[in-house]
């Protein structure tokens, strides 16, 4: 039985005191609480690191936490493993003997569940076993007035990546309380192209995987498409008809996939209106990949478009329409950009892969799959001291639950706050 510890519960009489110690004195981290019904009471997470601390309030006089405090007064509670199958965990526990409280999982914070042993058979220790819940994607179609300009948030649906490959060099005990992984080491993505709907026309910021890939792709990829960008269109009242631009931040399957789409036998443009604006030597970089980008870079996804005539091709950061702005970041890959979108004296910039989730906004939080690491570290430290400062609203394209929000920064700790 594999376990690592997951946190250290805290019984506390009155949460709101306990907080003026942890939040107002020690100038913690404070995640919103939570009231667990079944348990009777009600959980503050402090996170400190790996692991966490918990601050544990009686909803109930008897709930658990209330009989600890009659008892013995405040303070520790429990420690609790996470565990990765809490059944065979129990399994385990019980063919070896140990006394245990909980026979069977039952709910507890954050969706997890969790079970716990009898501090009879861990020496005096209450510990609490814990398996994680499953992480969920938010595939809500999100609508944000933008000065002159209307932005649309338009999930393509769910897929995950390995944990390990978007983190890079960032140790797994790190990475992973905020993406935990599935039992194939991936964590839970999302696609979230970006309409921005304007008096010159409508342009869609990348166009995420589409529907072409195989079924053996699709289980590699764990590319859901129960719900995907027609449907996030249809929600905001447009179609692939409706758009005029598709502007690539670069040309990986999982950004630029859904460009084109099967017509029978053939591939044809999937937006057919649409001019589809392509940094010309990102286009070059992936009509000749190598060994590290051949499986990023698929052939179908941008050769139809050419033979359509449907590309413009630039060289460049540019202004490409009114407001919309590219600058080159390079790192992810050799042309990749990130865009830009200004108007009414407010900033909004789409990050793309520079700042994929909002777990990666620090400096030295990058993905193994970047081509040039140290190009992304370097642009990225000057980037997100910039956003801070001018508080640009950051468009997380791969985030599972956020769209949008501003990098802050408090007491040396960023986090986001999200706003769609």
Known sequence: MKAVLDHVGIAVRNLDEALAFYRDTLGLEIHAPEDIAPQGVRAHLVPVGQPALELLEATRADSPIATHLERRGPGLHHITLRVDDLEAALAHLRARGARLIDEHPRPGAEGAQVAFVHPSAAHGVLVEL??????????????????????????????????????????????????????????????????????????????????????????????DRTRHLDHALADADLSAERIDVVLATHLHFDHFGGATCRRGPTLVPRFPRARYLIRGAEGEDATHPHER????????????????????????????????????????????????????????????????????????????????????????????????????????????????????????????????
């Open 130 to 223: 814990k398996q994680a819940a499953r992480p969920r994607s938010s595939l809500t179609t999100k609508r944000l007035r933008w000065g002159a300009l209307e932005l649309v948030s338009a999930p393509d649906g769910p897929f995950a990546l390995d944990g390990g490959a978007m983190f890079g060099v960032v140790p797994r005990p790190l990475w992973e309380t905020l993406a935990p992984p599935d039992e194939r080491n991936r964590i839970l993505l999302s696609m979230r192209p970006l309409v921005v709907e304007a008096d010159w026309g409508r342009m869609m910021i990348d166009c995420g995987a589409g529907d072409k890939m195989t079924p053996k792709q699709q289980d590699i990829y764990g590319l």
């Open 293 to 420: 980008n051949r499986a990023s870079y698929l052939q179908d996804d941008f050769l139809p478009l050419k033979a359509a005539g449907a590309i413009d091709f630039y060289d460049g950061d540019q202004v490409i329409r009114p407001g919309i702005r590219v600058v080159r970041t390079g790192g992810h890959t050799g042309q990749h950009q990130i865009v830009f979108i200004e108007s009414g004296g407010r900033t909004a910039v789409f990050t793309a892969d520079l700042i994929p989730t909002t777990a990666h906004i620090r400096d030295a939080w990058v993905m193994g799959y970047d081509l040039f690491p140290m190009e992304t570290l370097a642009f990225k430290r000057q980037f997100i001291r910039e956003a801070i400062e001018r508080e640009y609203l950051i468009f997380f394209e791969h985030d599972p639950l956020v769209a949008a929000g501003y990098i802050r920064e408090k007491d040396g700790r960023r986090f986001v706050e999200q706003v769609v």
